[in-house]
């Protein structure tokens, strides 16, 4: 009998300690406020964006924000499960689903940055001549050159896969290499072993002084260029609903706005980011 209890109480204590297990990983906590809520998001964060936007609201509003580094097909499983209050994310067709679903609200435009298709500056595949993105994914699963896909289910994984399929082209052999990484590790490898990646230009205006062996070899189709939206919880689904409503209209305002268009510029030379007035030509 003894035996029997210790059994079920060790067995209460797991299953007490399983939604604690399955809470993400906070990877930095921006403020010191008494109103907490956890955002999710990928390159903002990676690259510092996110901190300038955190430490100014959570300033103005005695408020704690804690940022969960996530890809955008994750961060928005983290919105639906409700670990998550808030997250910003290009992944526009999820983006509506999730929104017609009824699971995220207040879906904003926040501004845009663009992929750039890099590689190794003897450019074996061609991708030079290449007449769109997805004439430049033929040409690479053509020559079978070495390619590297994060893999990931992120908003640049999803639009990898869309170009693949634009191209015609199932990827797979060799040539086809998955890291699971984000965008700056996996640009990193990218370099150093010589293939072609399709990064962000925010990823690469601020780590290019590292690279040694890639340039931009196509840039400038449509079709691939991010624009980047915040949605949250609805009104009462989670503790930090609210106060991760007002982060989203402050991002949106001018002020969060000039944050976002001067991000980046003492230090490169150059933004990082575009802001949400010049993005909304590519909605």
Not at 19 to 42: D, I, M, R
Request: charged share 20%; hydrophobic share 45%; proline share 3%.
């Amino acid at each position: 009998m003894k035996k029997y209890v210790s059994l079920c109480s060790l067995l209460m204590l797991l299953l007490a300690a399983m939604p604690a297990l399955a809470q993400p990983k906070v990877a930095a906590t921006y403020g010191n406020g008494s109103t907490q809520f956890t955002l999710a998001t990928g390159s903002p964060g990676e690259l510092g964006l996110l901190k300038e936007l955190a430490m100014v609201f959570t300033d103005q509003h005695q408020a704690t924000m804690h940022w969960v580094k996530a890809g955008s097909g994750k961060s928005l499983a983290l919105l639906k499960a409700k670990n998550v209050d808030v997250v910003m994310v290009h992944a526009p067709s999820a983006e509506k689903t999730a929104m017609a679903e009824g699971w995220a609200i207040k879906r904003s435009l926040l501004g845009s940055n663009e992929f750039y298709i890099v590689g190794p500056a003897a450019d074996p595949a061609g991708l030079s001549k290449a007449s769109s993105a997805a004439n430049a994914y033929a040409r690479i699963a053509k020559a079978q050159s070495k390619f590297f896909s994060r893999g990931d289910n992120s908003g640049t994984h999803k639009k990898e896969l869309a170009l693949w399929k634009m191209a015609d082209v199932t990827p797979q052999g060799d040539w086809y290499l998955v890291t699971g990484d984000f965008m700056m590790a996996t640009l990193k490898r990218a370099d150093h072993e010589q293939g072609y990646f399709m990064t962000d230009s925010s990823t690469w205006v601020a780590g290019r002084a590292d690279l040694q062996n890639l340039k931009i070899l196509f840039r400038g189709d449509k079709f691939i260029v991010n624009t980047y939206h915040a949605l949250c919880q609805p009104a009462g689904a989670t503790p930090g609903a609210d106060i991760a409503a007002q982060f989203i209209d402050f991002v949106a305002s001018e002020e969060g706005q000039q944050i976002i268009r001067s991000y980046g510029k003492q230090q490169y030379s150059e933004g990082l980011y575009n802001d949400a007035v010049y993005a909304s030509q590519f909605e």
